[in-house]
Each structure stands twice: as structure tokens, then as C-alpha cells.
């Protein structure tokens, strides 16, 4: 069994910056795939941005150039630096680690 927990939501004013983590812990032998996911009330769950353990990431077009995928992997540790939000970032943001969802942490971005 693995436990996932985000943590760092919070309410920010457009511009404004905000960094998720996300901690995996339980029984882990190795992790290959870690993402952050974003839900908006009325809309499917996105996925905004991935990463694997061959090094490769993904991002939503609507995330790049603003957010920040990172990996601690001796922590079992992911991060998400969000910069320059906008009130269409708005959501509740979930961690998936291999097959594991976290409970999610909200963000909302509003003035």
C-alpha cells in the first residue's frame, strides 16, 4: 500500500506564485511515474504535468513556461512551482505516484 499527501494550496492573487508537494510513502520498491493533476468545479480532470524515471516531462499547453515539475526521488518527493497564476488555475490539484492518487489540496487564484 502506498500513501500519497499534497500539501501548499492555497488562496493567491492573480501573478502570484505557490509551490505543491507531494509526499509518497508505504511500500515503495521504486516509483516510475509521478504527475500532478488539476480538477475545476464542472470539468474533467486534467493532467498539467508528468514526469517518469527515464527523465522525461509533460506539460499542459496551458501550464508551460509558468509551472515546474521537480522530483526529490531519495524523498519520494514531488514538487510543482506554479508562477504567474491565473484565475483559470483555479482547481483542486491531485498527486498521482505510479497507480496512487493523493486526497488533493485546493488552489484557488482570485483577487
Request: aromatic residues 10%; charged residues 15%; proline residues 3%.
Amino acid at each position: 500500500q502506498v500513501q500519497v499527501v499534497e500539501s501548499g494550496g492555497g488562496l493567491v492573487q492573480p501573478g502570484g506564485s505557490l509551490r505543491l508537494s507531494c509526499a509518497a510513502s508505504g511500500s515503495i520498491f521504486s516509483i516510475n511515474f509521478m504527475g500532478w493533476y488539476r480538477q475545476a468545479p464542472g470539468k474533467e480532470r486534467e493532467a498539467v504535468a508528468r514526469t517518469f524515471s527515464s527523465g522525461t516531462t509533460i506539460y499542459a499547453d496551458s501550464v508551460k513556461g509558468r509551472f515546474t515539475i521537480s522530483r526529490d526521488n531519495a524523498k519520494n518527493t514531488l514538487y510543482l512551482q506554479m508562477n504567474s497564476l491565473k484565475p483559470e488555475d483555479t482547481a483542486v490539484y491531485y498527486c498521482k505516484v505510479d497507480g496512487y492518487w493523493g486526497q488533493g489540496t485546493q488552489v484557488t487564484v482570485s483577487s
